[in-house]
């Protein structure tokens, strides 16, 4: 499974530790880290952030996530030919860090956790959505 940026983000503040079976996209890594300097985190933050990096494994972006990025993205924007949006779905353009995240949840057909509704849209795409109430 994957947790999106803001749900690592609840479990570092609490100093809860993650599921076990989670992989972290290295966008989320990147979202962290530019989190906790914008916010000013302290150092038994950071160093429980770094501890998650070293704990879990790190999904780099590499060529083979390439071709469903671009499938992602066409999508969302209703423009993947033959799989059109459906009815009453807007077309959108998705932060890119937030497509790195979709894809590597695809490609790894793994389910996508967030409080987030900026992945609504993927379900009907194939992405395995669970959605966590915001805190």
């Keep these: ?3 999106d940026t803001n749900l690592i983000i609840k479990h570092i503040r609490k100093s809860q530790n993650l599921p076990s079976r989670i992989i972290i996209p290295m966008p989320v890594v990147g979202e962290l880290k530019a989190f906790a300097l914008k916010s ?6 950071v160093l429980f952030m770094n501890n998650l990096f070293n704990l ?5 972006i590499t060529e083979e996530l ?8 066409a999508y969302s924007q209703g423009r993947l ?3 059109p949006l459906p009815l009453g779905v807007s077309a959108r353009n998705m932060g ?3 497509l790195w995240i979709a894809t590597t949840a695809l490609y790894f057909d793994l389910e996508l956790h967030t409080t987030d ?3 609504d849209h993927l379900i009907n795409f194939g992405l395995k959505l669970i959605k966590h109430l915001p805190s």
């Design 81 to 83: 030919q033959g799989n």
């Design 1 to 3: 499974m994957i947790f």
């Design 66 to 73: 390439t071709e469903i990025y671009a499938q992602t993205d």
């Design 56 to 60: 879990f494994p790190l999904v780099e």
């Design 40 to 45: 000013d985190w302290g150092i038994q933050k």
């Design 117 to 119: 509704n900026d992945f």
């Design 96 to 98: 890119k860090n937030d």
